[in-house]
């Protein structure tokens, strides 16, 4: 069954269908908490209570708009604000791994660089932190992290261009496989 028929469903008070509408988007949902929290319980605590929210508001989706970034939208809010009120606010810390390193000091290189780079978003104030992890570790489209902050697009592109400027500053710019420079702004 489709999103849209799912979503229909559920709003028509089919617990079933909210429950499969729910399942398909738990686990990436717990893995985008987990990017604004840096901690499972904290993160799973958000979507549980993210998901409470999204069913109730349910009713009122509109199907003609994108579900994803609605749900994403209620999920960052309850991480964020699980997280202020745990004082464990942490953002991402793993870039992706290639698979095979050549050799011993690559792999140390590599480890360096990923740990630089961490810092440098840690260092991030959170207007500028929250879209990096959206974009680059959730893995969402520049317009879809607008429609979860409820920003403009233009907001979203400056505020990603601003983040990546400032990591670039304290890294350096020999920052070789950064998400951002492999892929294409959207």
Same mark, same amino acid.
Request: glycine share 4%; aromatic share 6%; with cysteine.
């Given at each position: 069954?489709?999103?849209? =028929? %799912? #979503?229909?469903?559920?709003?028509?008070?089919?617990r079933?269908?909210?429950?499969?509408?729910?399942?398909?988007?738990?686990?990436?949902?717990?893995r985008?908490a987990?990017a604004?929290?840096?901690?499972?319980?904290? /993160?799973?605590?958000?979507?549980?209570?993210?998901? *409470?929210?999204?069913?109730? /508001?349910?009713?009122?989706?509109?199907?003609?708009?994108p579900?994803?970034?609605w749900?994403?939208? #209620?999920?960052?809010?309850?991480?964020?604000r *699980? /997280?202020?009120?745990r004082?464990? %606010?942490?953002?991402?810390a793993? &870039?992706?791994?290639?698979?095979?390193m050549? $050799?011993? =000091? @690559?792999?140390?290189l =590599?480890? &360096?660089?990923?740990?630089? #780079?961490?810092?440098?978003?840690?260092?991030?104030?959170?207007?500028?932190?929250?879209p990096?992890? *959206?974009?680059?570790?959730?893995?969402l489209?520049?317009?879809?992290? /607008?429609?979860? *902050?409820?920003?403009?697009?233009?907001?979203?592109? @400056?505020? %990603?261009?601003e983040?990546?400027?400032? #990591?670039?500053?304290?890294v350096?710019?020999e920052?070789?496989?950064?998400p951002?420079?492999?892929? $294409?702004?959207?």
């Amino acid at each position: 069954m489709n999103e849209v =028929e %799912l #979503i229909r469903r559920a709003q028509a008070g089919d617990r079933q269908s909210c429950a499969e509408l729910f399942r398909r988007h738990a686990e990436q949902a717990v893995r985008t908490a987990y990017a604004v929290t840096r901690d499972w319980e904290t /993160a799973e605590d958000a979507v549980q209570e993210a998901f *409470l929210r999204a069913f109730a /508001a349910l009713p009122s989706f509109r199907t003609d708009q994108p579900f994803r970034p609605w749900l994403y939208r #209620i999920v960052v809010r309850e991480a964020l604000r *699980l /997280a202020r009120r745990r004082q464990r %606010l942490v953002p991402v810390a793993q &870039l992706p791994r290639e698979t095979e390193m050549p $050799s011993v =000091e @690559s792999e140390a290189l =590599e480890n &360096l660089r990923r740990r630089q #780079i961490r810092a440098a978003v840690y260092a991030l104030e959170e207007r500028l932190r929250i879209p990096i992890i *959206l974009r680059y570790f959730v893995g969402l489209t520049e317009a879809e992290v /607008a429609q979860v *902050l409820g920003l403009r697009l233009s907001t979203v592109k @400056s505020r %990603l261009h601003e983040a990546r400027r400032a #990591i670039e500053r304290q890294v350096g710019p020999e920052m070789r496989d950064v998400p951002w420079q492999t892929g $294409s702004g959207n």
